[in-house]
DNA sequence: CTGTGTTTTTTATTGCAGTTATATACACTG
DNA sequence: CAGTGTATATAACTGCAATAAAAAACACAG
């Protein structure tokens, strides 16, 4: 209920957790998570209580926390639960808009009754949509969704522009490739193709996608061809639901072929060879997309 | 003082009629023009009863508002004196955060205390800079500017980024010009160098030159390179102060020849060129940048 | 119909207690 | 020092009534 911040914490140390293997018994502590996470360390406390009194941390007093049992999956799944909190909302904004619920243009207070939420939290969440330059506060009343992704000509737009900024960003001198994130990425690609069509979830592919472009983005070392990219995915995102039904099987296993065979490029340093088959992906997914519509 | 919408519309309609040229005696509708600025008639009729108050229109019962005198530069800058109130502050903010007077990271309280602003104007003003990407929310308590073009890396960067978007606007296929725009701006630019050096203010500049660069970008019929580039000016605007005492007369004259020559490329239909010489521009003014650094 | 003048309704802001969340400072330990 | 435990000071959010701003509705004129 309590929108807290260490709501947040408690996930964001599991990940990390999980990302880098902490061992059981190894100590957590709570000075450097706060350096690590931007807060401070009074969040950070309250979600190692929190954290210890669900058995996944032990509390040995007068030197902090320590690992009390590997951080897996399950671990996570049980904490993520009313972690939710914040980024519900603004999930769900995202969902009704694109699903037509919610109009273009709309009040705060529409939103409010819609949605049944606290007017802090709506506010916080249409701050950060407003911030992903998805929707924008309107003079007078009122905020207005940005004539984003749901019209034909506005997808063929973006496709436009996001060739033009990836294969820009893949071209800059200072591009570099991190091989361990390369790796990761190769394999969540072969995982989701080794998976029957029919149990791929409409957002394990799109987080997939998304994390490709935006990855290969941010090894261009310019925050600027990161920033838009990002900016990009989270208006896809605002589709998703709606786009992936018409994405077919075969469309899927298309993209993840692409994406393999550009991070092959990569992996082998033929930039050049990348920049072509990223173009072409790109160019393909605007076709199909204008042919189905 | 009263943070009203009629403030910002009666600037708003004192530049439409310039622009437009409105004959003295012509009829102001209230409805129209609300419908243009997209607000609703209230705050429309409110700017219209100020500017006959100051004896701009004329009201004529039964039948609206008309023009009374022409509308020059002296009855925009009379009225501009209060019209300020919102941007005010926005301004204010960029100003003193890109001469160091605010750090990086500051809370809301900080900032209303040394701006003495009331906290309703101080959030929209942060609202809109959120959404142009200069300042975010932090996790628990805060703002924190973005790590925007205040460090040398930054501003390569940015030139980077905006010589692949900007190229990439010129290049698209449905690229078209508007032949009065470009004379609108030709003429801008010619009037600019005229001026002595000394005469020159940094906004005026700082005009002109956003200016140009957003209409190329609009001229691409592609909303998002407008965007990005829109999001760039926004970015530099914040630093116009500070960058402008370091570009010597040479160098604002050069770019004007620089812009004009670009024009002149479009105008004459021939876009490959325009495209090389935009780039050349960027990259030379990046150049000129990295040297002086 | 398009527009004006006026009224009504809706929407959002402001100001102000009370409360909670977060940051920070201080003393202490290994 | 780098860290913990605790206390304290700030900062921000909440809820609510009062108020202002803006939108929408209505009646009527050319």
Known sequence: ???????????????LGRDEG????????????AARLGVSRTPVRRALIDLSERGILR???????????????????????????????????????????????????????????SRGDLRRALLRLSAEGIVQRQRGHGWQF????????????????REAVE?????????????????????????????????????????????????LASWSRNRFFLQAVKRQNA???MHQFVDFPQLTPEQIKQSCEDHLAILDALAAGDRPRAVALLSAHLSQAAQDWHNQN
Not at 79 to 97: H, P
């Open 235 to 237: 208006l896809r995102r």
């Open 1 to 15: 209920m309590s929108s807290g911040l260490h709501r947040e914490i408690i996930g964001d140390i599991l990940r």
């Open 167 to 215: 294969t820009a960003a893949l071209s800059q001198p200072d591009y570099r490739v991190d091989g361990a994130a390369l790796e990761r990425m190769r394999n969540a690609h072969e995982a989701l193709m080794r998976k029957p069509a029919s149990e791929i979830a409409p957002d394990m592919w799109f987080q997939v996608n998304a994390e490709f472009h935006e990855t």
């Open 22 to 33: 902490w061992a059981v018994d190894a100590p957590v502590g709570e000075k450097p998570l």
């Open 59 to 117: 509390r040995e007093l007068g030197s902090g926390f320590k690992l009390n049992r590997p951080i897996d999956a399950a671990v996570i799944a049980e904490c993520s639960n009313d972690a939710a909190g914040g980024a519900e909302l603004y999930r769900k904004i995202l969902n009704d808009r694109a699903s037509g619920l919610i109009p273009l243009s709309v009040t705060e207070n529409a939103l409010l009754v819609h949605f049944g939420a």
């Open 146 to 161: 940005s004539e984003s992704l749901d019209n034909p000509q506005a997808i063929l737009e973006s496709y436009a522009f």
